[in-house]
């Protein structure tokens, strides 16, 4: 005797079998060209039709439900496959034999409420078959499809409806239903007027013949329920419709969610944005009460966001691009901070398409594109949902996807960033870039210090308080591995990951550097001309160029195997550096090259230590201009707060000493004087106990 458990176990095991079977079906139907549906689709109609029709009952009583839901999931897969099943079916279905097709009315109503007939095609064949014992078979799929559940609608069946109304001689029955439908045509013919959201809305949709019944439909329920989701009585109701009639597949569950966000965006943005909010997003918000429904109940799943991001993104763009002045961007903000919270950490952690589906839209909407949507957008990004939640667990695809934005972020804020002084606009959007990479470096310093040369370029000097947010961050073992001010402890042998291609970012420049650098006795003056014309020319000016040159420096000088202590002073990297940094012709020029310096200074490393004697060297060779400038993009990124690279507090320390006080640089701005020497009685007060160690 077989237990109930065993009896279980094998009806799991089958109903396994049989989703692996309609999932082996779909990926097969997928390799079929697409010129070959017209040809194939009536055959498996046909097919289908036999097997429910013709075979299904034939088979016992306990069986004929599960095998018919075997059924449901092969049609649902033809229908993902192609969107003209339902008109194909139908067009079968009328050409059976009427005492095949009107011998069981239930299967026909289950199929027009799962959307797998087509009323359209069904309708002049049951306005043919009101009269006599045909009656009975339209009589029950009219009036459990539009009368009693609702989720079809009277106009759908319009020439049968006439057709009763016209019919003479007919029964009691018939013309009481004639009434009835009557009456419900004309309500429908009403409510129909007064939707909201028309075929018009709809402007970024790709639908094909093929998809405009489903498209309509989905029109239709939506419009029905933004009508009624206020009210509790008919809220289920609608839901219930929506869920058997076009949520049975991922496909079909897209397609209305995406036809429902666009159709609700293109209404809310075209609202005044100065009307309140509930007045000016209503559809939004009709739409999100949907979709937290439907994930509630668990008619959908968060999976259908990697379908409905991209596709509120395009909404955007179009909308962004066609009125750029009248663009409204709070209906947008809204709703993707919605589909955000609805995300929750796990899945957003479990499953990485859901999160790289969020970062497809902040790239493809970043603020280079669309300057309109900057604020909206940063506070997405800036969203404690996103980043910080998928920081704990990040994979390879989500770590780049997200240092792609937030270089997206940075290299919009550039240009401002480099001016004297920030609109208030401006300094919300620093502040907020300032604000995540502080959290970043936090909660995820290896993060931001695997990328932090990467992001850098994109920070202007003026920005300091940026810049150090990035340079400070660092693993905890290396932190802690040289005392500040001191060199004495063995140097971690690391040299920073770059994050980009520098060489591109040089051009042709790259080539010349290096020839320079395998040169004995290059020559210098030529070399430094070369590199101030490309910069001027062919980087116009751009400090991204100099990041880049650094780098292609300090990797050059470490190919070559030099040592970081021995011979910095005769290398051809220092005395290229020494050339530049001496011309008095563009002291911008130099500023902005001591400043791509000093972003090599970070946690003690030999990079750091690289550069640090490059520094230290500097100050003592070149002109007393370029002193200048040398102390001052040092002294800047001391007034940033507590977060000061170790490299910049280094070299600092080894420069404090009471001849700064005597420079003409210091000595001419009191504000000046009176900064240095507070810097240096500080350095001072902190050797203080050092030197009495080494005294005892």
């Not at 009975?136 to 106009?155: C, H, M, N, P, Y």
């Not at 004309?186 to 013949?209: A, N």
């Not at 559809?283 to 109940?297: D, G, K, M, N, T």
Request: charged residues 20%; neutral net charge.
């Amino acid at each position: 005797m077989i237990s109930a458990d065993s009896s279980k176990e094998k009806s799991d095991g089958k109903q396994e079998t049989l989703a692996q079977k309609v999932n082996n079906l779909r990926r097969l139907l997928k390799h079929i060209p697409n010129d070959m549906k017209a040809s194939i689709t009536p055959k498996l109609a046909g097919t289908m039709l036999e097997l429910v029709f013709v075979s299904l009952p034939k088979v016992e009583p306990p069986l004929t439900q599960q095998t018919f839901t075997l059924y449901l999931q092969i049609m649902f897969a033809l229908l993902d496959w192609d969107p003209s099943f339902p008109q194909c079916i139908t067009q079968e279905f009328v050409k059976l034999p009427h005492s095949i097709s009107l011998g069981n009315s239930s299967y026909v109503v289950q199929l027009l409420v799962l959307g797998l007939f087509s009323p359209a095609v069904l309708d002049p064949f049951l306005a043919e078959n009101i009269s006599g014992s045909e009656f009975r078979f339209v009589f029950e799929v009219l009036k459990k499809t539009v009368i009693d559940s609702g989720a079809l609608k009277a106009q759908e069946f319009e020439k049968t409806s006439r057709a009763l109304v016209s019919l003479k001689g007919g029964s009691e029955q018939q013309m009481a239903f004639a009434k009835l439908l009557n009456a419900q045509l004309e309500e429908d013919t009403k409510q129909r007027e007064s939707h909201i959201f028309k075929k018009e809305h709809l402007k970024c949709l790709e639908i094909d013949v093929a998809g405009r019944d489903q498209v309509q439909q989905a029109l239709r329920l939506y419009n029905e329920w933004c009508m009624s989701y206020m009210h509790e009585t008919t809220r289920k109701k609608h839901l219930s419709i929506i869920a058997s009639m076009m949520l049975n597949t991922e496909k079909s569950a897209a397609l209305f969610f995406c036809v429902a966000a666009e159709v609700s965006l293109n209404v809310s943005a075209s609202v005044d944005p100065s009307m309140p909010w509930d007045q000016a997003c209503g559809p939004v918000l009709a739409f999100v009460s949907l979709l937290s429904s439907c994930l509630y109940i668990q008619y959908a799943t968060c999976d259908l966001f990697v379908h409905l991001l991209p596709h509120i993104a395009k909404v955007l763009l179009h909308n962004h691009n066609t009125n750029p002045t009248k663009f409204n961007q709070r209906p947008y903000h809204y709703l993707v901070l919605k589909l955000l919270s609805l995300a929750k950490p796990a899945q957003l952690l479990h499953n990485s398409n859901i999160a790289s589906a969020f970062f497809a839209f902040l790239i493809r909407t970043n603020p280079l594109k669309l300057d309109r949507f900057v604020f909206a957008w940063v506070e997405i990004l800036c969203d404690r949902s996103l980043i910080p939640v998928l920081m704990t667990a990040p994979t390879a695809d989500i770590l780049n996807q997200c240092a792609e934005a937030i270089s997206l972020l940075l290299r919009f804020l550039a240009p401002h960033l480099a001016k004297r002084s920030l609109p208030p606009t401006i300094q919300q959007l620093h502040d907020a870039a300032l604000k995540l990479i502080s959290a970043l470096a936090n909660d995820s310093p290896l993060f931001v210090y695997q990328l932090a040369t990467l992001f850098i370029r994109f920070v202007p000097p003026q920005a300091v308080a940026l810049q150090n947010k990035l340079l400070y961050a660092c693993p905890e073992q290396l932190k802690q591995a040289v005392p500040v001010g001191e060199w004495n402890t063995p140097v971690p042998d690391v040299v920073f990951n770059p994050g980009y291609d520098y060489r591109t970012v040089l051009g042709p420049t790259y080539g010349e550097l290096d020839t320079y650098f395998l040169q004995k006795d290059g020559a210098v003056a030529a070399a430094s001309e070369a590199l101030i014309s490309a910069f001027n020319i062919e980087s116009g000016g751009n400090y991204e160029f100099l990041c880049a040159f650094t780098l292609a420096l300090c990797r050059n000088y470490f190919h070559q195997k030099r040592s970081t202590e021995k011979g910095v002073a005769s290398s051809p990297h220092y005395l290229l550096m020494k050339e530049l940094c001496s011309t008095d012709k563009n002291p911008g020029f130099v500023f902005l090259l001591y400043s791509a310096v000093a972003t090599h200074l970070r946690c003690a490393c030999k990079e750091t230590r690289l550069f640090n004697r490059f520094m230290l060297k500097l100050f003592d060779d070149v002109p007393i201009h370029s002193k200048e400038i040398l102390l001052r993009v040092l002294f800047e990124r001391t007034t940033s707060g507590r977060a000061i690279p170790f490299g910049i507090t280094t070299t600092l320390y080894e420069l404090s000493s009471d001849e700064l006080l005597e420079l003409p640089f210091v000595k001419r701005e009191n504000a000046v004087s009176q900064f240095v020497q507070a810097f240096i009685l500080h350095v001072r007060k902190r050797q203080a106990p050092q030197q009495q160690q080494q005294q005892q």
